[in-house]
């Protein structure tokens, strides 16, 4: 566990691509896909608000800040400390990653004001949130048996799966099986900081191939949920690309047969030789039986 005190979670408009990110140009990031334990709400006002009495993953992101930084943020927020009228109070609470945890600062609504609130936010994350409300299309990064068109194509949506597919790479994670079901685990994402990598296609799909996705990947029975990852598409790098990491992530164990079939299938003669072979050692050293 990571106790310093310098880290701030960040869950709103202070996340990337958000209206106040600029606030953070000084801070280091430490983590993309972060989450703590609470509930995550729309105020009407353009911004979310964070409560701690609920028991949900509310994911954000986590930065290294000086004290400077931190002070902006407080303004941001309207936070001074000991002033009984503040909207929200910032407090230190553990936030975990995909490989560590961090006690972080987080500003937190006052329970005072939790009765203008709405219902929670749909996926508990607002980046999340704020495109799926208006969205038209999206570059999506397939990384498992999505790379292979067989299963998408028997569905009757490779129409929508066939424009603009590219190869993209994505740096600062590593390709596991961490979705354990009865028949073998399934694929995932896992952020490191580590210096490895995930290579897969990128579709540009449409808001009809959305539904599609979600219930292929399990997003309505929260197995998987949607996130947004800088995909390296031939040395450009592009923001905001859809992609699905597992929940609540679990040590890899082998796919079964004809998952691990489509996986390969789909990353032939597509993605680099390197990585093709690195998908094959990786199954080997599971115990996978080709």
Request: hydrophobic share 35%; with cysteine.
């Amino acid at each position: 566990m990571n106790n310093r005190e310098d880290y701030v979670f960040v869950y709103g408009t202070l996340r990337k691509n958000q209206t106040n990110h600029a606030l953070l140009k000084n801070a280091v990031l430490i983590s993309e896909q972060a989450k703590i334990i609470g509930g995550l709400y729309d105020t009407g006002h353009g911004y979310p608000a964070l409560l701690l009495n609920d028991n949900l993953n509310v994911f954000g992101e986590i930065y290294q800040v000086n004290k400077e930084t931190l002070n902006s943020l407080d303004v941001l927020e309207g936070y001074e400390e000991g002033r009984e009228s503040n909207l929200y109070y910032r407090c230190k609470k553990e936030v975990t990653t995909d490989e560590d945890t961090y006690t972080c600062w987080g500003y937190v609504l006052d329970e005072r004001h939790e009765k203008s609130l709405g219902e929670a936010i749909p996926f508990q994350d607002w980046n999340v949130h704020q495109w799926f409300k208006s969205f038209t299309h999206v570059y999506y990064f397939a990384y498992g048996s999505c790379m292979d068109t067989e299963r998408i194509e028997k569905a009757g949506m490779i129409e929508h799966f066939s424009k603009e597919v590219k190869i993209g790479k994505l740096d600062g994670y590593r390709f596991a099986y961490s979705f354990p079901q009865p028949d073998g685990a399934r694929a995932d994402i896992i952020e490191t900081n580590s210096n490895e990598f995930v290579e897969g296609i990128v579709y540009s799909l449409p808001k009809e191939a959305i539904n599609y996705l979600f219930q292929r990947e399990g997003v309505y029975s929260h197995n998987y949920r949607p996130t947004f990852v800088n995909v390296d598409i031939n040395g450009e790098l592009v923001e905001q690309v859809l992609t699905f990491t597992v929940i609540d992530k679990k040590p890899s164990t082998a796919p079964p047969e004809h998952y691990a079939t489509e996986i390969l299938r789909g990353a032939q003669g597509r993605v680099s030789t390197e990585y093709f072979q690195k998908l094959n050692r990786q199954l080997f050293d599971l115990g996978y039986k080709f």
